[in-house]
């Protein structure tokens, strides 16, 4: 659904596939933003590699699986990539 919302300015790409993809959450709002992350050619695991947020590159935390809701800050960028599918 976040994926068609027409009415929303935050900016999700989804690039690779196959073993690795990326995504990236670009969120230019003044207010935070809750978004689904997608499946990558089927079920996968996210996990975050650089939190404009806090500034951090490779921050410690779960992976997770597509469709969890995760909350993106405002004004900041997040890259995630894709680990191994769930099991």
Not at 14 to 40: C, I, K, Q, T, Y
Request: charged residues 25%; without cysteine; hydrophobic residues 35%.
């Amino acid at each position: 659904e976040d994926w068609h919302n027409g009415s929303s300015r935050l900016r999700l790409m989804l690039s690779g596939g196959g073993e690795r993809s990326l995504l990236l959450l670009l969120n230019p709002m003044a207010e935070d933003e809750e978004v689904s992350l997608p499946e990558a050619g089927g079920p996968v695991r996210w996990r975050l590699l650089v939190d404009g947020a806090s500034g951090a590159l490779e921050p410690q935390g779960e992976a997770m699986e597509s469709g969890a809701r995760v909350q993106s800050p405002s004004r900041t960028v997040m890259i995630w990539e894709t680990t191994e599918p769930p099991a």
